[in-house]
């Protein structure tokens, strides 16, 4: 293994992974930091390390990066990436500034390049501003985003906010001129004392720049836009065999499906209403009903079960509809009751015997896996960009289960469908 990526969230985590599964890198993606016992499948060339670091304490989010580095050093990796979101999701304090120069420090690295860029999914970066299509990002739905609203676009602003040490910009100008212009342009800023180097890339060519431009930093600060250049890049300069076939998956134990959504993202409210609109069955969440000790929980999976189609249940709200939860409940205890409401309704539906899972939104994700004791997770085809299909290690034959783990921005309107199809 050459490559070690520490994701900030676990659709962060599968996303990244399915760019690198696409250029032929087999990969293998690890549910919290790893122990002695976690499984590894050791024809994997990349590990992925999926964290839940995005909104809890800066020292923790730092803590656990930490031990995740030391694991994949320990692994024989050489090159790493901090994983974060392609929308940058944060907070003033935090995470990407404090995690990113404890992770250099330890790597002795005085620079990294940060690029959350990642075109296919109208992301892009142009003068250090960030934008969701053609909306810059505070512009875009991420303003209402209930734990991490994002109403700077500019990621030099925002990245110094939560950073000690300079952030500077290599602009789209210098990018444009290739590799070496990108080589040359990150030493003359780190003459100038710039440690974190936010990167312009409007497209795919700009992010294939920067992978070999930056292939001298061990660290890169970036969503999953710039991994689309590392197989090649690893091939070429660490000697890494690709192989054709890397995204396959064992088949699931059971055709029986149903999807999860915990996003309250434009994308995913989209998603519930097309699937609404085609009158497949959906169920609400209420949420007031699990603050005030209602078997809502139960009643949902009894439900779920009767279906004859694959089921949504879905805690998906519209902004003003948040709100008012949030402001009945409080904004964390809001985010907890609906977690552990879809851990327990993915535990049941899975005692029920669904094999195939959707679910929408990071922190949901994040819920599912844990109150699954998933591990481990093989990365296979992606159903639309930042998306793969996912298969659980460590399970067998009738027991195959398969998760699609859907960061709440991605997708179009029709992916519950998708997937399942």
């Not at 991994?227 to 890494?240: E, M, N």
Request: hydrophobic content about 50%; some cysteine; overall charge neutral.
């Amino acid at each position: 293994m050459k490559l070690g990526i520490i994701a900030d969230d676990f659709t962060g985590a599968t996303d990244i992974a399915s760019m690198l599964v696409r250029g032929g890198l087999p990969t293998v993606q690890l549910i919290g930091v790893p122990g002695a016992n976690t499984p590894v499948d050791p024809a994997a060339q990349a590990v992925v390390v999926a964290l839940k670091s995005r909104t809890i304490a800066a020292e923790q989010a730092v803590a656990q990066s930490l031990a995740a580095l030391a694991w994949l050093q320990a692994q024989g990796a050489t090159r790493f990436i901090f994983k974060v979101c392609s929308t940058f999701d944060s907070t003033p304090q935090g995470n990407i500034g404090p995690v990113a120069e404890a992770l250099m420090q330890a790597l002795g690295s005085g620079q990294c390049v940060v690029c959350p860029a990642y075109p296919e999914n109208g992301r892009s970066v142009f003068k250090g501003h960030l934008f969701v299509g053609d909306s810059l990002l505070s512009d875009s739905g991420m303003r209402d985003h209930p734990l991490t609203p994002m109403t700077d676009a500019s990621l030099v602003r925002v990245m110094q906010a939560q950073s000690r040490q300079r952030v500077g910009l290599l602009a789209r100008e210098v990018v444009a001129q290739g590799p070496q212009a990108i080589t040359e342009g990150l030493a003359r800023l780190w003459q100038q004392g710039t440690a974190h180097v936010v990167a312009d890339a409007i497209d795919n060519t700009d992010l294939l720049a920067l992978a070999q431009g930056c292939a001298h930093l061990p660290l890169w600060v970036a969503g999953s836009g710039l991994a689309l250049g590392l197989p090649a890049l690893l091939a070429s300069q660490d000697g890494v065999a690709l192989q054709a076939g890397a995204d396959r998956l064992q088949a699931p134990g059971s055709s029986r499906a149903a999807v999860l959504a915990g996003s309250c993202s434009v994308a995913t409210r989209g998603q519930v209403a097309r699937w609404q609109a085609a009158g497949r069955p959906a169920r609400a969440l209420d949420v007031l009903g699990l603050a005030a000790g209602r078997p809502v929980v139960q009643e949902a999976l009894q439900w779920a079960v009767s279906q004859a189609d694959a089921p949504l249940l879905y805690a998906t709200a519209e902004p003003d509809a948040l709100r008012a939860v949030q402001a009945a409940l409080g904004v964390e205890a809001a985010g907890a009751l609906v977690e552990s409401a879809m851990g327990q309704l993915a535990r049941g539906l899975v005692e029920a015997g669904v094999r195939r899972l959707v679910v929408a939104g990071g922190e949901t994700s994040g819920a599912v896996v844990q109150a699954l004791a998933v591990q481990a997770l093989r990365i296979g085809a992606a159903i639309c960009p930042g998306v793969p299909w996912t298969e659980a290690l460590g399970r067998s034959g009738t027991d195959t289960l398969h998760l699609a783990l859907k960061s709440g921005n991605f997708g179009s309107p029709d992916f519950f469908a998708e997937a399942l199809a």
